[in-house]
């Protein structure tokens, strides 16, 4: 079964920094690739999506995402983060054909400071 | 537009009760889904239903059942309440399985003594 890992766990920048968070998936083939956010109190809801087409994809809030199919990848990237990123982001992947639901990562907390 | 609602918000229960939760979806929605969330463990699926009348296990099944109602509805029942299921509750739908986006409803925290 596809699984996915996100490699930081908790990450704390200053406003101003720039944004990585790793994820990588199991399987190869074809996949949909998804970032979802999840702010303080707040219910999940979609940053990004990956279809096919170009691998460079853009979100809102100013994220964007890169597929890199020879390394199951499709790390989230943001140039100059907010106070208001603070949240809980997760990456998630399904298989096509077949649709499978979605398989989440364990989610990455972020922390931005003043 | 509600989008995907659930109910409760909040439940505590004691170890052995039964309950279920609650959840519709207006917008037409073929495919809906539960999700259990844990601090370290992400979103990992319990049952899901990709169209009405079908329903299937995820990743995480034991101890819980489900029922597609209707198109609107999915409901997930406890039926002996355990302490490893206290846990954070999501429903989410989407207009067909696995390649559409995925709307979440705004959670159930469930706590069980």
């Known amino acids: 079964a596809q699984s996915v890992s996100q490699h930081n766990h908790h990450v704390i920048l200053s406003e101003a920094a720039s944004l990585e968070l790793g994820c990588n998936y199991s399987?190869?083939?074809?996949?949909?690739l998804f970032w979802y956010v999840q702010y303080p109190g707040q219910h999940l809801q979609l940053l990004l999506k990956?279809?096919?087409?170009?691998?460079l994809v853009k979100g809102i809030k100013g994220f964007e995402a890169e597929f890199i199919k020879s390394k199951f990848s499709f790390n989230l990237r943001k140039p100059s983060v907010q106070w208001s990123d603070t949240a809980e982001y997760f990456c998630?992947?399904?298989?096509?054909?077949?649709?499978?639901?979605?398989?989440f990562g364990k989610g990455t907390r972020l922390s931005v400071i003043a | 537009n509600a989008g995907v609602t659930q109910t409760p918000k909040f439940q505590v229960l004691k170890t052995g009760q039964s309950m279920t939760l609650q959840c519709a979806q207006d917008?037409?929605?073929?495919?809906m889904y539960w999700y259990r969330q844990d601090p370290g463990m992400g979103l990992r699926l319990i049952y899901y239903?990709?169209?009405?009348?079908?329903?299937d296990k995820g990743e995480v099944p034991n101890g819980y059942n489900v029922s597609r109602l209707n198109k609107r509805e999915f409901s997930l029942r406890l039926e002996s309440a355990a302490p490893s299921q206290t846990s954070v509750y999501f429903c989410?739908?989407?207009?067909?399985?696995?390649?559409?986006?995925?709307?979440f409803g705004a959670g159930s925290r469930l706590t069980v003594l």
């Open positions: 989410a739908s989407s207009y067909l399985s696995g390649a559409n986006v995925l709307t």
């Open positions: 399987y190869g083939g074809t996949v949909n």
């Open positions: 990956y279809f096919s087409g170009d691998p």
């Open positions: 998630a992947v399904n298989d096509r054909p077949g649709n499978t639901p979605l398989v």
């Open positions: 917008m037409n929605h073929n495919s």
């Open positions: 239903s990709a169209s009405e009348g079908t329903t």
